[in-house]
């Protein structure tokens, strides 16, 4: 029973005539796209990315302007992508060898149309892309620009994957300067929406209509958590209120009109009701409940056809669409006689089934949930993968999982990161990570790449701990070495210590005896000092007595030197008596000069004597030369 409301289908081009609520943002993303050739779109999951680009961007153009090609790497090489469905464009198989911008210049020249390449939910490139990958993708959008072609390349990526375009701006730097983020839709924006489809669908509210309004927008909006503010109410998400307004609808029309099997053209009239809405619940409950009823239905038909087969085989085969990290997962898939071929990924996902029956059964029986998942609109099949309708449906399916499942998610994810961040720097997993992974190796369904990656960190982690080993005991031998080092030099400390203290003790023997020398020199020297003096009072008192003795003897000396001098006078006294008697007197003055004659050193003290002893000797030398003048006249006669 197929309503009028999309589910969780994106809106298309020719669904123009249902789309509401996002003219400003179709505006300005018109605007954007003559402004530069390298247009980013981005936005939190379930606010219509898709939609405003495939159906209300496409619709400002004319046909002759329009020439879009939607890319999704799905299960892919994004860049095999892109030129596979290039080759589909131009129909010829002679691109084969052609180089990206060759082929998009060929497909402008055959429909003379400016191509848009629209990457739609890009996050899948960081989601399962390898960096050579993502490196490839940059440079073929870099060619592009660099060829200014015909050609416009919009980015659709999901707000929370935005910072892994930053290595991208390295190689496009102008790749943020036209950007367009679109916001959930606000309350008024709803509300024309739901005025505008309700109008269109032939459906009427109960009075007064503004209320029902309300209480249906209330239905719809989810709570996010906010880091400032905790749980907060959020505006409502597009593919939400398209699944809530089909449930309502369904369920509507089934009260309305309980024999029909299919909803008629055009639409039959439906009056929403208070209570109606109210029973209707929330729009959580109402996506989940209506997984599940689906679910159970399908696991009726299962189990009628396939009894061997375990109860949780189609919460199993709807796990397998949703990837570790809570998105949705694409799975490249073939049929062959309408029937799914099973791949190797596949082949892994189900190899407990075809264990317990055989491959063809397991086949069969999974193409039979596909289609009727897809009958559901809960899968979307574009002929070469399968994928959920949308990310928000991989969150409810994600919530569903066990915790043993939730555990090997989260090592399968532990592996995953492991792997890139290896890609990138050259870091294997740790031996504390593989050790985690020892005991549920098997039951993990990981790729052959990522189990090769393992052997290479259990490898690498081998050859760590051979090194650590061979480090641990190079290191020991080292300190082995120098702790024989360190005793041989303890060894000759201690005996240089006791040299050392020998010395001391010698030397503290020799101060003592040189203290002992020195007390025994320092008396000598006082005792010297002290004789010195005494020898010094000695002399002194020497030096006075000699002098005073050489004082006596000149006294003495010229005591004598007095009496003599006075004996003299007497004679000279006595010789001037005797005039009658030369001879006797001339004999009296030799015996007076004679006595006169005394030591000039005994008389240096009686200058008075000296001068008249001088002045005698000199007047006695005169009497002396008369004398022997008359001595000399006297005896001529007598000859």
């Known amino acids: 029973m197929k309503t009028p409301f999309k589910f969780l289908d994106a809106y298309q081009y020719n669904d123009r005539d249902s789309f509401f609520g996002r003219d400003k943002e179709i505006n300005r993303l018109y605007n954007l796209v003559f402004q530069s050739s390298l247009v980013v779109v981005y936005g939190l999951s379930g606010t219509g990315k898709s939609s405003l680009v495939q159906c209300g961007l496409a619709n400002k153009f004319d046909g002759p302007e329009w020439l879009p090609l939607l890319i999704r790497r799905q299960s892919k090489d994004l860049k095999e992508s892109l030129s596979e469905m290039l080759d589909n464009a131009l129909g010829t198989a002679k691109?084969?060898?052609?180089?990206?911008?060759?082929k998009?210049?060929?497909?402008?020249?055959?429909?003379?149309?400016?191509?848009?390449?629209?990457?739609?939910?890009?996050?899948?490139?960081?989601?399962?892309?390898?960096?050579?990958?993502?490196?490839?993708?940059?440079?073929?959008?870099?060619?592009?620009?660099?060829d200014q072609l015909q050609c416009t390349v919009m980015l659709i990526i999901r707000e929370e994957?935005?910072?892994?375009?930053?290595?991208?701006?390295?190689?496009?730097?102008?790749?943020f300067d036209f950007r367009l983020r679109v916001e959930p839709m606000t309350d008024s924006s709803v509300r024309e929406v739901l005025r505008k489809s309700f109008e269109k669908f032939n459906v009427t509210l109960e009075p007064p209509a503004e209320n029902r309004l309300s209480e249906i927008i209330d239905n719809v909006s989810r709570s996010r958590d906010t880091a400032e503010h905790g749980p907060q109410k959020s505006l409502v998400e597009l593919p939400y209120l398209q699944v809530y307004l089909d449930g309502l609808y369904r369920r509507?029309?089934?009260?309305?009109?309980?024999?029909?099997?299919?909803?008629?053209?055009?639409?039959?009239?439906?009056?929403?009701?208070?209570e109606e809405i109210a029973n209707f619940g929330k729009i959580d409950d109402v996506l989940e409940d209506f997984l599940?009823?689906?679910?159970?239905?399908?696991?009726?038909?299962?189990?009628?056809?396939?009894?061997?087969?375990?109860?949780?085989?189609?919460?199993?085969?709807?796990?397998?669409?949703?990837?570790d990290r809570g998105t949705k997962r694409p799975l490249r898939v073939r049929r062959e006689h309408g029937i799914l071929v099973l791949d190797d990924f596949i082949r892994r996902k189900v190899k407990r089934l075809i264990e317990m029956t055989d491959e063809q059964s397991v086949a069969q029986a999974l193409t039979l949930c596909v289609d009727r998942l897809e009958a559901a609109r809960l899968i979307r099949d574009?002929?070469?993968?399968?994928?959920?309708?949308?990310?928000?449906?991989?969150?409810?399916?994600?919530?569903?999982?066990?915790?043993?499942?939730?555990?090997?998610?989260?090592?399968?994810?532990?592996?995953?990161?492991?792997?890139?961040?290896?890609?990138?720097?050259?870091?294997?997993?740790?031996?504390?990570?593989?050790?985690?992974?020892?005991?549920?190796?098997?039951?993990?369904?990981?790729?052959?790449?990522?189990?090769?990656?393992?052997?290479?960190?259990?490898?690498?982690a081998e050859h760590k701990r051979t090194?650590?080993?061979?480090?641990?005991?190079?290191?020991?031998?080292?300190?082995?070495?120098q702790a024989e080092k360190e005793r041989v030099a303890r060894r000759a400390a201690d005996e240089a210590r006791e040299k050392a203290l020998e010395l001391q003790r010698l030397a503290n023997r020799q101060r003592h005896k040189m203290s002992r020398y020195l007390m025994a020199a320092g008396i000598f020297a006082g005792i010297c000092v002290i004789l010195l003096g005494v020898a010094y009072k000695l002399n002194h008192t020497a030096k006075n007595n000699l002098r005073k003795a050489e004082i006596s003897e000149e006294q003495i000396k010229e005591a004598t030197a007095k009496e003599r001098l006075n004996e003299a006078v007497n004679i000279q006294e006595t010789a001037d008596s005797l005039t009658a008697y030369p001879e006797v007197r001339l004999s009296l003055l030799q015996e007076a000069y004679k006595t006169t004659f005394i030591d000039t050193l005994a008389a240096t003290d009686t200058n008075r004597y000296q001068r008249k002893l001088i002045f005698k000797q000199k007047e006695l030398d005169s009497m002396v030369r008369i004398l022997d003048s008359v001595m000399h006249l006297r005896k001529r006669p007598f000859k």
Do not use: N
């Open 292 to 323: 599940l009823e689906q679910q159970t239905d399908l696991k009726k038909v299962i189990f009628e056809r396939y009894p061997m087969f375990p109860e949780d085989m189609v919460r199993s085969l709807i796990l397998t669409f949703v990837s």
């Open 161 to 175: 994957y935005l910072g892994y375009l930053y290595p991208m701006e390295k190689v496009l730097p102008t790749l």
């Open 95 to 102: 691109t084969a060898q052609q180089t990206i911008s060759e």
């Open 382 to 460: 574009s002929g070469q993968t399968l994928e959920l309708a949308h990310d928000s449906l991989a969150a409810i399916i994600d919530r569903q999982r066990t915790g043993e499942e939730r555990r090997m998610a989260e090592l399968r994810r532990m592996v995953q990161v492991g792997k890139e961040t290896w890609q990138a720097s050259g870091e294997y997993l740790s031996p504390g990570q593989l050790s985690r992974l020892e005991d549920v190796l098997p039951q993990m369904e990981l790729e052959p790449d990522e189990i090769e990656f393992i052997e290479a960190s259990r490898k690498e």
């Open 252 to 274: 509507d029309f089934k009260d309305a009109y309980p024999d029909a099997t299919e909803i008629p053209q055009p639409w039959p009239a439906l009056e929403l009701t208070e």
């Open 467 to 481: 090194a650590e080993r061979l480090d641990a005991e190079r290191r020991a031998a080292e300190a082995e070495a």
């Open 104 to 146: 998009v210049q060929a497909l402008y020249v055959k429909y003379f149309r400016r191509v848009y390449l629209i990457f739609d939910q890009l996050e899948e490139l960081y989601i399962d892309g390898s960096e050579e990958e993502q490196e490839q993708f940059y440079a073929v959008i870099r060619q592009i620009m660099d």
